[in-house]
């Protein structure tokens, strides 16, 4: 069995099977990615819930492993040295477990810096945009008069909606074959619709888009993953 000791996130959320990998997540965009990733992949895993509250993300628990207090963060107790290794940023988990399990990152060295860099486009960009826009349309930010906060998210949202349009119209999958890049897309495509911003962005009027996250939707692996950890508990 393996000693996963040396990180004080397990004293609190206890592994049940300490010999899988355990996630530490909340199905939110980023959340999902990593469990959509891990069901596609087939790698034996245990999710638990860590809320978004500062009672579980800033607590000390959580911040010995991820000190910028986000979800996701993994445990693995299968390293790449043998020993087990913690790690936190989805981006960095994705492209560890694709490397790990030899899936969803490309064929050749070619295929996987497309990938990763598709996979940058939504960590730097397309998650980071919408996160804002979310803010100033669904929660605290919306509340502020001035326009001109909201508008520029809106503005950046279309844009990146229309960088995709472009690329989609040529394959069905962003970097040529499915992959984790894809993985990170589709989960901030649909929370649009959670925001409550798809009308405003023009997200209806593309084509390529709209059809890309169906198709992304209708994977059992997505149907599963975009539900773990359970949000009730």
Do not use: C
């Not at 084509?207 to 169906?214: C, D, G, I, N, Q």
């Amino acid at each position: 069995m393996a000693d996963l000791s040396d990180f004080p996130i397990t004293q609190r959320w206890v592994p049940q099977n300490p010999d899988i990998l355990q996630l530490f997540s909340f199905p939110t965009p980023n959340g999902v990615k990593v469990s959509i990733a891990l069901e596609e992949m087939g790698l034996p895993y245990e999710p638990h819930r860590v809320t978004l509250s500062d009672a579980d993300v800033k607590s000390e628990a959580f911040l010995s492993l991820n000190p910028n207090n986000k979800i996701p963060a993994i445990i693995d107790p299968d390293g790449p040295d043998g020993t087990p290794v913690g790690l936190f940023e989805s981006g960095a988990i994705l492209i560890y477990l694709a490397e790990k399990s030899g899936k969803f990152i490309g064929k050749t060295a070619a295929d996987k810096a497309h990938v990763i860099q598709w996979l940058m486009f939504q960590m730097g960009g397309l998650g980071p945009m919408f996160g804002q826009l979310g803010y100033f349309s669904k929660f605290a930010g919306s509340e502020i008069e001035d326009p001109r906060p909201k508008q520029r998210f809106v503005d950046e949202a279309k844009r990146l909606l229309n960088v995709l349009e472009g690329e989609l119209a040529k394959r069905d999958w962003i970097a040529g074959d499915y992959s984790i890049a894809d993985m990170a897309i589709a989960p901030w495509l649909g929370a649009l619709e959670f925001y409550g911003t798809k009308d405003v962005v023009g997200f209806n009027d593309l084509t390529h888009v709209p059809a890309y996250l169906e198709r992304f939707n209708a994977r059992p692996a997505v149907q599963k993953g975009r539900n773990i950890p359970d949000r009730n508990g």
